[in-house]
């Protein structure tokens, strides 16, 4: 029997196939349908996306053949991976190189071959995509440029869930530098804090050191929300009510309640530094000497006008400090300076008890830009 030799690059071929992670992967639609429309256009009774492994040749995806791999003794395709781009076998008994191949001699046998390469950017071999039919044929010119085309599609959603593997591991590894980063520069502050002699720079460096603990917290969530350039603030203010959950005292409880928005990255981080600078604030200064409360986020689907508004209330002491959020102090400063970055409105709402501010702003998502 004609075995075909090794690759002249069969490590280097053998590593690229294995980077792509397919082989021994579930059945999927996508390529399914790749080799039903091949077989279909072509006239074949089989088609099959198949890559050639070590010591077998494995089916990604098959039809009208019913199995998944067979070894490289009679793989056809173990030799066409040593030939040009495209090789088309009009009858396999006319080939030397098929000539005593158990699947083309027997009863009924394949006496017909047309495929295409399956090949990395480097010209790589991995496997091939091809029909096959147990009369000898001659394919048209459409039928073949229709194999070479399906053949690029197959390496082009390989290339694509190879480079997505590629970022998620590359985002993992920037999350966590972001964070060991953050944590560092966290401890940083607080040691500088516990060691000064001004009360003053005592006092800021606290306040940084919150502030760099809620981009950390807030990193966290959007990391853990898989955020793009468009997400839910709904999923994202939800996630972040669970980490006030985790930090409330247990006196104050915490309520957020948002429907589902669209809105961008960017306007997120706003408006959950907003929700975050008030929550933290509260617990700090709203509820005083064990004064049991409730702290709340909430905000409501967008107007007809595409206005979202966020209310931020507590029912504790108000404003007693030069730090909280209220009319004067460094919180309401940089409330102030998330309304700019939102070009929004913020207002402080007149309450019986504790502080309400409402945050009203007009997302990007949605809205025409004049070319």
């Known amino acids: 029997m004609s075995v075909a030799a090794p ?18 992967s579930d059945r999927e639609v996508e390529f399914d349908e790749i080799v039903k429309l091949a077989a279909a ?70 006496r017909f071959y047309a495929g295409a390469l399956l090949k990395t950017a480097e010209g790589l071999p991995l496997g091939t995509l091809c029909v096959l039919d147990y009369e000898p044929k001659v394919l048209t010119p459409l039928q073949r440029d229709t194999i070479r085309v399906l053949a690029s599609q197959v390496m082009a959603r390989l290339e694509l869930r190879k480079s997505l593997r ?28 516990q060691a000064s002699d001004n009360a003053d720079s005592a006092r800021t460096l606290t306040t940084v050191q919150s502030r760099i603990e809620a981009v950390s917290r807030m990193h966290e969530v959007l990391y853990r929300t898989d955020a793009g350039p468009v997400i839910d603030l709904g999923d994202y203010a939800r996630n972040l009510g669970h980490q006030f959950h985790l930090l409330a005292p247990e006196n104050v409880t915490v309520k957020v309640d948002f429907p ?6 960017a306007e997120a981080v706003a408006v959950g530094t907003l929700m975050n600078e008030f929550v933290a604030n509260a617990f700090k200064h709203a ?15 967008p107007a007809a006008d595409g206005s979202i508004v966020v209310t931020c209330a507590d029912d504790g002491v108000g404003v007693v400090s030069d730090t909280a959020i209220g009319q004067q102090g ?14 929004g409105t913020l207002e402080t709402v007149p309450a019986e008890v504790g502080l309400t501010l409402r945050l009203t702003f007009r997302s990007a998502v949605g809205q025409s830009h004049p070319a």
């Not at 590629?166 to 804090?193: F, G, W």
């Not at 004064?291 to 689907?301: K, S, T």
């Open 7 to 24: 690759h002249p690059r069969q490590q280097d071929r053998l590593r690229a196939l294995h980077s792509y992670e397919i082989l021994d």
């Open 41 to 110: 256009t072509c006239g074949t009774a089989i088609s099959v996306v198949n890559f050639i492994d070590a010591e077998r040749q494995w089916f990604k995806a098959e039809t009208g053949l019913g199995v998944r791999e067979t070894p490289l003794a009679t793989s056809i395709c173990s030799h066409v991976i040593l030939d040009s781009d495209f090789v088309e076998i009009r009858d396999t008994l006319t080939d030397p190189r098929m000539a005593d191949n158990p699947l083309c001699c027997g009863d009924p046998g394949l």
């Open 166 to 193: 590629h970022a998620a591991v590359l985002r993992q590894e920037v999350d966590h530098r972001v964070k060991n980063s953050l944590q560092s520069l966290a401890s940083l502050v607080r040691i500088m804090s």
């Open 260 to 265: 589902a928005i669209s809105v961008t990255s």
């Open 287 to 301: 509820f005083p000497d064990g004064r049991a409360g409730q702290v709340r986020v909430m905000a409501d689907a």
């Open 330 to 343: 460094l919180g309401m400063k940089i409330a102030e300076i998330l309304s700019a970055e939102l070009r």
